[in-house]
């Protein structure tokens, strides 16, 4: 059973819009999220994370929202950018895990 | 600096054979993770340690998966009598430490693919 999910496997936006990606998540006991971004044949490569104390955390064009109540976080990106394409996980880690638990992941395609 | 590295980067093997995939952590972290992704699918947490301890193993799917980490550096995932079902990306992750808030910092990773 899923414990991180992202239910939109693809999302295509236009230059200079706003991505929204989502992602919700089953296990309460998770107390730090992260977003990674992941390019063909390289690994993932951390982006931004938000730990559960917060509901926003902010870094240039990208800002995670967090909502506790619903189990939800959403990345958001503007201005979006072709470079922006690429595969996006939401991950989760507890408070007394090392590892992360990872979505599917959303493809997100930036169109000039 | 050197991020971390993983080799070799492509593995083609038949069923049955034994493998051994290498992570080259970044130089000072103690902390080293390893996934699988595979297609369509999240990475997936197999193993890690803290030094040259496997502090959870719980996600290795069986016991052909070994991994060590002998000197608290470089580790190796051991495969043995490897299976079509194993044909994935294999992913290395090194952090500071533990503590949740210090970064993972993945690998290109190893394709193995089991034929």
């Known amino acids: 059973d899923q414990q991180v999910k992202q239910n939109s496997p693809s999302l295509s936006v236009q230059e200079g819009r706003i991505s929204i990606l989502n992602c919700d998540y089953t296990?309460?006991?998770?107390?730090?999220f992260l977003w990674y971004k992941k390019y063909p044949a390289e690994g993932p490569t951390f982006l931004i994370s938000?730990?559960?104390?917060?509901d926003k955390n902010e870094d240039g064009r990208f800002t995670v929202f967090l909502n506790k109540s619903a189990k939800h976080l959403s990345l958001h990106i503007v201005p979006s950018q072709p470079g922006d394409s690429a595969v996006y996980f939401c991950?989760?880690?507890?408070?007394?895990?090392?590892?992360?638990?990872f979505g599917k992941g959303t493809k997100l395609s930036v169109k000039p | 600096g050197a991020g971390v590295s993983q080799t070799p980067s492509n593995k083609v093997t038949e069923k049955g054979k034994y493998v051994e995939l290498r992570c080259d952590p970044i130089s000072g972290h103690t902390a080293l993770y390893w996934y699988r992704q595979s297609l369509g699918q999240g990475p997936e947490f197999l193993i890690y340690f803290q030094g040259t301890g496997a502090a959870d193993d719980s996600g290795l799917p069986n016991d052909r998966f070994f991994a060590v980490r002998p000197e608290g550096s470089v580790s190796t995932l051991k495969i043995q009598r490897t299976e079509r079902g194993d044909s994935a990306v294999y992913l290395c992750?090194?952090?500071?430490?533990?503590?949740?808030?210090?970064?993972?910092?993945f690998g290109p990773g190893t394709r193995l693919t089991v034929l």
């Open positions: 296990n309460s006991m998770f107390d730090y």
């Open positions: 991950a989760a880690e507890g408070r007394s895990q090392g590892n992360l638990i």
């Open positions: 992750a090194s952090s500071l430490s533990l503590a949740g808030t210090d970064t993972q910092y």
């Open positions: 938000i730990s559960s104390i917060k």
